[in-house]
């Protein structure tokens, strides 16, 4: 497979596409004839099937390349297919069920305990390790990636001012825009310009908000400034100025958060009856009165999902501090230190998954909350 | 008798009239409801949202010189436009040109695309209607990965990657071994494609679980085997499905900075990465920075705009990508 990859990266980088695509059909094309033929009865049949299942895993050590020290993965990996055919053939759903559903969960099942279980645990236990991995260490990496000289709790308070105002003036906003354009004309319109920045990527939207924000002696180029001047102030230099230039950057999310939490009010605005709404305005409610216990009881669990959501999101951000003050000026959260950690020489193996273990902690309440919420719809509570 | 009196043609008019006596009611009703204070703030919200990126666009298209002299807002004053700032960008070299780097953005995001939808499919129409022992045990290991934080995987996969793999000393996988293969995407299709199965079995297998059982048990009955209800059945109708997450990840994976600023090197950055670079290196060329913000996001827009149903269904689908 690395040969194949290699070959690959010497052509040019537009060929590439069909011939990885190609590669990958042959690949899903021989799993789907399997599928297709494997319950089938018969001699024949059978022996196709204990052909498959020794060489397949064989062939699958071979191809990921083993070492020579290593080689003895090939014959296990052979013995084991032919376990998996011995069971095959007592197998519930008759012969070659089994391994016809393996074939299916395969694929899938093992890139995610590959490429994310493994990792996680790795992770895990690297926070706990010195950076070259080889002496256990305790909680080192946490105090060393905590401590002042590293911007360690500029970072934590940072993130925790992100997760706490990102989604709730995003949210709001784009409740009171989907309040407002549900009894406007042209709502279809007008939802597209709060909508388009959700398509927009976080360094795309950075860059705009930078030129926004530009800072110039003398005559300005940047709007914002611009209109400072126009009412007669000085100019500011937004990104450089802590801890203003932390609202600066959290406005750009809110910028391309807003038009999410917008789609998913509206979609539950449309939701709430028409009669509840005639009646509170028959008792005579004002539109306000009407907004506050008619509209929001009504989507109040759409409400939490759009909050959570946009907490999630605000916690990971990386790409807006990376494309705009780089940590500099009190602007570090633990995201973007954490990729830091992974960029420098040599490699901090130890202190950068302190960092990501910190940031899953953080991230944790708000997942258990989330989960609870989708198991508790999928039960119909 | 009065019925009987009245022919065919003039109940059609009659019906017709009321429904329009019904529209004009509704348009009414909404016309009561819908408020000029609430328009008044909606329009100035939209503005609001629209100025920062108008702003640049029009810088894109003004002469080098006048964009760090004067402000986008004279351009109306004094009109001067050129189409020279996205030739040169194009050119622009830092470690690969911008032109190359949105060929790199099409040749990462093709394949990262179009490989995770082919294998969550498979793993999710088993999910939906194979039963197995340790069925709902592994669906929800899938569904608890779907949460995890990436960031948590970065650096054990990159290490996998270019390391391998060594348990109580022996070496049990090599590596990839691209270390100096700089053209190589293989790492980062890989990355993305393991990134994007958590959510992309989730979402497809709701959808696939929900097709009708009686269907299912037709195509059974008849003698289908699992491969041709895969085929013929369930590819056909979980289209939709599969269309909304494909947009959800061409619009994640072309609009992502993590996962290419690990995975991802010299000359085969995405523009993403480029241009989060060119910010640092050339933070006040802005002939440079305008035009090569709307090259990056010219193709998700054109995806928003062309298919923005089916985006809105993947959004409303798949609020939780982690």
Redesign the interface.
Known sequence: ??AF??W????P??A??PV??VA?GVV?AL??FF??LA?RAGRGYTIMRLVVAVAVPAIIVLI????N??IW?VPLAAVLGAGLFLLDRRAR?GKGS?L??IT??A???L??A???????I???F?AFFSNDGSKFVGLANFIYVLAPTNQGLTAVLNQIIWVVITPILATA?GL??A???D???GEKV?KV??F?????????A???????Y?YQQG?????LN?IVVWFGGQPVNWLQTSPLNIAMLIIVLI?TQ?G?AM??LS?AIKGIPEEQMEAAELDGAG?FQRFRNVTVPGIRPTII??WI?IA?VS??V??II???T?GQNNTAVI?YQ??RL??ILPPQ?GT??A???L??IL?TPF?IY??NN?RKQRLGL | MIATDIDPRSARRVEKATRRAETMAFNDSKKRLSSKGATIAAVVIAVLWTIPTFGLFVTSFRQPADINTSGWWTFFTHPDATFSNYINTLNFNDTETVGQSFVNSLVIVIPATLIPISLALLAAYAFAWIDFRGKNLLFVGVFSLQVVPIQVALVPLLSLFSNGLTIGGWAVFPGLNLNNADGSFARIWIAHTIFALPLAIFLLHNFIAALPNDIMEAAKIDGASHGQIFFRIVLPLARPAIASFAILQFLWVWNDLLVATIFSSGNNFPITKLLTDLAGTYGQQWYLLSAGTFLAIIAPLVVFFSLQRYFVRGLLAGATKG
């Open positions: 497979m690395s990859f290699q690959l990266a010497n052509l980088s537009l590439q596409i990885i695509l990958f899903v799993i789907l599928i297709e319950p990921l390349g083993v070492y020290d290593a993965l759903g089994m016809q559903l299916f969960m694929p899938a099942v890139l995610l590959i490429g994310l279980l493994y990792p996680m790795q992770t895990i690297s906003i009171a825009y309040v407002f354009i009894k406007s004309r007008l310009f709060v388009m920045p959700v398509a927009i990527s976080f360094v795309g950075s860059i705009i908000f930078k030129f926004f530009d005559s300005q180029i940047g709007l611009q910028w807003t999410f789609v998913l979609a539109a999902v759009t959501t999630i916690l990971k990386y790409d990376a494309a705009t780089q995201s954490m990729v992974t960029q193996d950068s998954s960092e990501a273990v940031l899953f991230i997942l989330n989960a989708i």
